[in-house]
């Protein structure tokens, strides 16, 4: 079954008991495709990502927390490129 999240990603669903005959085989595959899997448990679900993808929803998550980085990152969004600089001074 494929269900299509919000973000526009397929997402596979597989039982618990699918998973749990072939988690090395599922761990490879998010780590390579960065898929979203949902294991359908009796009573809940879970979501097995990859690590790299997990990592990146965290830095999302702590950029949004923050209320000045939102603030910054927002207002730089609005910025047209016209207006940017053209040299970096790293």
């Known amino acids: 079954m494929y269900i299509v999240s919000r973000e526009g990603n ?18 490879d595959r998010v780590a390579e495709t960065h898929e979203i899997i949902r294991i359908s448990g009796k009573t809940t679900n879970a979501i097995l990502v990859s690590e790299e993808k997990w990592n990146a ?7 949004y927390e923050n209320p000045e980085t939102h603030k910054s990152i927002k ?5 047209p490129l016209t207006e940017c600089g053209r040299k970096l001074n790293w």
């Open 75 to 79: 207002e730089s969004m609005n910025t």
């Open 57 to 63: 929803i965290q830095e999302t998550l702590y950029l």
């Open 10 to 27: 397929c997402v596979t669903t597989i039982s618990a008991g699918k998973a749990r005959m072939s988690l090395c085989r599922l761990i």
